[in-house]
C-alpha cells in the first residue's frame, strides 16, 4: 500500500491537522460501521478508504463495527462478506471486530440515566399518534400525554419493557428534548422499541431493542473515536448525536462530520435495490461482475489498488459527488495497465492456414512492454493460426490497415502475412482465409515496404478454448433510481452480458483463479473466480475495455 499516490487534502484533513496541531488529540480514532444487512458496494468503498485511509495517513486507528440494531434484517453471511470486502480492500481493522450489540448493556444503563435525569420517558402512542403528534415542517409538533411521567414509573415501565412484559410495539422510550424543535429529529425521537426478534449475536436476550442515532454516538463515545465520519443526510441528526452524549456520563464526547456520498452514474447504490435484482435474480448474486458491490467488482477483475486510486480521485467533500462510471474504469484501466501481463486471445475466430508454414520459428516476447520482471514466454505458431474475424475485412473500407485480399499485415510478435484466397462456404460465408508468411519478417521489418498494420492471433494448435464473458453497463440510463413513475428495474440493459467461446495462448490457460491479463488489443481481463478452473474449464471475464468507448461516441 505504500506505492499508493499522496492523498488529497479535504475539509476532514483539515479539522484533523487543526485537532492534532491544537493538542485536542494526540492521536486519532475513526471507525467504519456498516449494518450486516446486505453486501457492500462503490460507495461504502469511498467510505473505507476514507476512514480507513485516515487511520493509516495519521498513525491513528479505525474500528470495524457493525450496526447491528435491526436483528430482522441482519445476518452472518452479510458480515462475514463485509469483513473479507475491507480486507480485500487493503484494510485491517484495530482489533477485534466490534458490534453495536457489545454495548447493549451500557446503552440500557445510559437510558435508565437518562429517565433518572427526567431526560427520557415511556409512551404508550401508536406510530399514528406520534407520527401525527411530531408535527411537520412547518407546524410545531405536541407533547404526548405520557411526556411528565413521573421518572419513578418510567424506570418500572422501561424495566418491564426490558423483562418483556409487553407486546411488541406497545411501548417506547423517548428522549425528552423539544417537540417544538425545528429539527425534527429532535421532538422527543424514540431511542428504544419492543421487538421480539432473533438477534445474530445476542440471540433472544433482549426483547428491547436501541434506535441507531441512540446507539451510534454512544458506540463511538465507548471506542473513544475521535471523528464520527458519515455521509451528509445524518447532518440533521447531529444536534441529537451531541444531546445524548452531553446527558450520558459517555467517557468522551467524540465529534461528528458529514461528507457526500457517492453517487455513481450508470448504477445504483442502495443497498436496498441491490437485493432486490439479487432477489429477483436479475443478475447472478451479490458478486454478479455487474454488480456494483464490492464482491462484484473484485469478481469482474478490479484491483484495490485501482479502487483506492479511484476514491483518491474523487475526493471528500460536502458538494455532490455525481460521477460518472467512466471514471472508475479510467483508474481500474490505469492501474491494470501496470499490473497486466500482455498475452494473446481471439474471441471471435477467424481460422488461417499458412500455406507456407515448413520452416517457420516462434520468438519469446516480452509479457509487459515496461516491466522487464514479468518475464516473456514463447509466442507459439502453427500451420493454422485464429485471427480476429474483424481483423479481416473482403472489401476493406478506406484507411484499412488491418487483413484484405492481397494485403499484408503483421501478426503480432510474429511474421507479417499476405492474404491470398478467401473461402467461403456454400451460403457465401467466409469460413477460412488461405495465407503466407514472409519468412525474413520474424523480429525484423520487411524488405522495401512498409507493413502498418499489427493483428494479434493464436496458435490453433497450441490454443486453448476458453468462455469469455464480456460486460456492459448495468443500466441504460445515467440515473436508474431518479425516475419516480417507472421502477430502476425498467432500465436494465438486455446486452450487458455477453458469453461467447474463443480462445487463449497456452500461456493463460494455467492461469489460477483472479489471474488478470490484457489480451492484446481487447482489453484486460480475469480468470473468473467462482467458474474459472485451469485444465478444465477455462473462463475469463473482461473488466475493462482498453479505451473508453462511452465518454467518446457511444454515450
Ligand atoms: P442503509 O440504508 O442500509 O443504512 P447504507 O448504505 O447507509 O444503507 P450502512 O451499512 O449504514 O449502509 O453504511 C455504512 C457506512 O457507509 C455509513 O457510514 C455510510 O455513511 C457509508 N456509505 C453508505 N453509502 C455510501 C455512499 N454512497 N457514499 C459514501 N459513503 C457511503
Ligand atoms: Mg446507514
Known amino acids: 500500500m505504500s506505492s499508493d499516490a499522496a492523498p488529497t487534502s479535504n475539509f476532514i484533513r483539515a479539522i484533523i491537522d487543526g485537532d492534532l496541531a491544537s493538542g485536542k488529540h494526540r492521536s486519532i480514532a475513526t471507525r467504519f460501521p456498516p449494518e450486516p444487512n446486505g453486501y457492500l458496494h462503490v460507495g461504502h468503498a469511498k467510505s473505507i478508504c476514507l476512514n480507513f485511509g485516515l487511520a493509516r495517513d495519521y498513525g491513528g486507528t479505525c474500528n470495524l463495527r457493525f450496526d447491528d440494531t435491526n436483528p430482522e434484517k441482519e445476518n452472518e453471511e452479510y458480515a462475514q462478506s463485509i469483513q473479507d470486502d475491507v480486507r480485500w480492500l487493503g484494510f485491517e481493522w484495530n482489533g477485534d471486530v466490534r458490534w453495536a450489540s457489545d454495548y447493549f448493556p451500557a446503552l440500557y444503563d445510559y437510558a435508565v440515566e437518562l429517565i433518572k435525569k427526567g431526560l427520557a420517558y415511556v409512551d404508550d402512542l401508536t406510530p399514528e399518534?406520534?407520527?401525527?403528534?411530531?408535527?411537520?415542517?412547518?407546524?410545531?409538533?405536541?407533547?404526548?400525554?405520557?411526556?411528565?411521567?413521573?421518572?419513578?414509573?418510567?424506570?418500572?415501565?422501561?424495566?418491564?419493557?426490558?423483562?418483556?412484559?409487553?407486546?411488541?410495539?406497545?411501548?417506547t422510550l423517548r428522549a425528552k428534548i423539544d417537540m417544538a424543535s425545528p429539527n425534527i429529529n429532535l421532538r422527543d425521537p424514540v431511542i428504544y422499541r419492543i421487538k421480539r426478534a432473533h438477534h445474530i449475536r445476542t440471540g433472544d436476550d433482549w426483547c428491547i431493542y436501541p434506535m441507531y442515532d441512540y446507539t451510534h454516538c454512544v458506540s463511538d463515545a465507548l471506542e473513544g473515536i475521535t471523528h464520527s465520519?458519515?455521509?451528509?443526510?445524518?447532518?440533521?441528526?447531529?444536534?441529537?448525536?451531541?444531546?445524548?452524549?452531553?446527558?450520558?456520563?459517555?467517557?468522551?464526547?467524540?465529534?461528528?462530520?458529514?461528507?457526500?456520498?457517492?453517487?455513481?452514474?450508470?448504477?445504483?447504490?442502495?443497498?436496498?435495490?441491490?437485493?432486490?435484482?439479487?432477489?429477483?435474480?436479475?443478475?447472478?448474486?451479490?458478486?454478479?461482475?455487474?454488480?456494483?458491490?464490492?464482491?462484484?467488482?473484485?469478481?469482474?477483475?478490479?484491483?484495490?489498488?485501482?479502487?483506492?486510486?479511484?476514491?483518491?480521485?474523487?475526493?471528500?467533500?460536502?458538494?455532490?459527488?455525481?460521477?460518472?462510471?467512466?471514471?472508475?474504469?479510467?483508474?481500474?484501466?490505469d492501474d491494470l495497465e501496470a499490473r497486466a501481463p500482455r498475452v494473446m486471445a481471439v474471441i471471435n475466430p477467424l481460422k488461417v492456414t499458412i500455406t507456407n508454414f515448413d520452416g517457420a520459428q516462434t520468438q519469446q516476447a516480452a509479457l509487459h512492454p515496461q516491466q522487464a520482471e514479468f518475464g516473456s514466454r514463447e509466442v507459439q505458431f502453427s500451420k493454422e493460426i485464429f485471427i480476429e474475424a474483424d481483423d479481416f475485412a473482403e472489401v476493406p473500407p478506406s484507411g484499412w490497415k488491418r487483413l484484405a485480399p492481397g494485403g499484408e499485415v503483421r501478426l503480432r510478435h510474429s511474421y507479417?502475412?499476405?492474404?491470398?484466397?478467401?473461402?467461403?462456404?456454400?451460403?457465401?460465408?467466409?469460413?477460412?482465409?488461405?495465407?503466407?508468411?514472409?519468412?525474413?519478417?520474424?523480429?525484423?521489418?520487411?524488405?522495401?515496404r512498409k507493413v502498418k498494420g499489427v493483428i494479434h492471433f493464436v496458435s490453433r494448435e497450441h490454443a486453448q478454448p476458453a468462455e469469455i464473458r464480456l460486460y456492459d453497463r448495468l443500466f441504460t440510463?445515467?440515473?436508474?433510481?431518479?425516475?419516480?413513475?417507472?421502477?430502476?428495474?425498467?432500465?436494465?440493459?438486455?446486452?450487458?452480458?455477453?458469453?461467447?467461446?474463443?480462445?487463449?495462448?497456452?500461456?493463460?490457460?494455467?492461469?489460477?483463479?483472479?489471474?488478470?491479463?490484457?489480451?492484446?488489443?481487447?482489453?484486460?481481463?480475469?480468470?473468473?473466480?467462482?467458474?474459472?478452473?485451469?485444465?478444465?474449464?477455462?473462463?475469463?471475464?473482461?473488466?475493462?475495455?482498453?479505451?473508453?468507448s462511452w465518454t467518446k461516441g457511444k454515450g
Open 229 to 333: 465520519i458519515c455521509t451528509l443526510e445524518f447532518e440533521d441528526h447531529r444536534p441529537l448525536y451531541d444531546w445524548v452524549l452531553d446527558n450520558v456520563s459517555a467517557p468522551c464526547h467524540p465529534r461528528q462530520y458529514e461528507f457526500s456520498r457517492l453517487e455513481l452514474h450508470y448504477t445504483i447504490t442502495s443497498k436496498r435495490k441491490l437485493l432486490q435484482l439479487v432477489n429477483e435474480q436479475r443478475v447472478d448474486g451479490w458478486d454478479d461482475p455487474r454488480m456494483p458491490t464490492i464482491s462484484g467488482m473484485r469478481r469482474r477483475g478490479y484491483t484495490p489498488e485501482g479502487l483506492r486510486e479511484f476514491a483518491r480521485r474523487i475526493g471528500v467533500s460536502k458538494s455532490p459527488n455525481i460521477v460518472d462510471l467512466s471514471e472508475l474504469e479510467a483508474a481500474i484501466r
Open 129 to 171: 399518534q406520534m407520527r401525527d403528534y411530531r408535527g411537520t415542517l412547518t407546524e410545531k409538533g405536541r407533547e404526548s400525554p405520557n411526556r411528565n411521567r413521573a421518572i419513578e414509573e418510567n424506570l418500572d415501565l422501561f424495566a418491564r419493557m426490558k423483562n418483556g412484559e409487553f407486546a411488541d410495539g406497545s411501548l
Open 416 to 448: 507479417v502475412m499476405r492474404c491470398d484466397e478467401v473461402v467461403k462456404d456454400a451460403d457465401g460465408k467466409i469460413v477460412e482465409l488461405k495465407c503466407s508468411i514472409d519468412h525474413a519478417t520474424l523480429g525484423k521489418n520487411p524488405e522495401g
Open 477 to 548: 440510463v445515467a440515473e436508474p433510481d431518479a425516475d419516480k413513475e417507472k421502477s430502476f428495474l425498467e432500465f436494465i440493459n438486455p446486452d450487458s452480458l455477453t458469453v461467447v467461446q474463443g480462445w487463449v495462448e497456452s500461456f493463460a490457460a494455467t492461469a489460477a483463479p483472479e489471474t488478470r491479463y490484457q489480451f492484446e488489443r481487447l482489453g484486460y481481463f480475469v480468470a473468473d473466480r467462482r467458474d474459472h478452473k485451469p485444465g478444465e474449464r477455462l473462463v475469463f471475464n473482461r473488466t475493462v475495455a482498453l479505451k473508453d
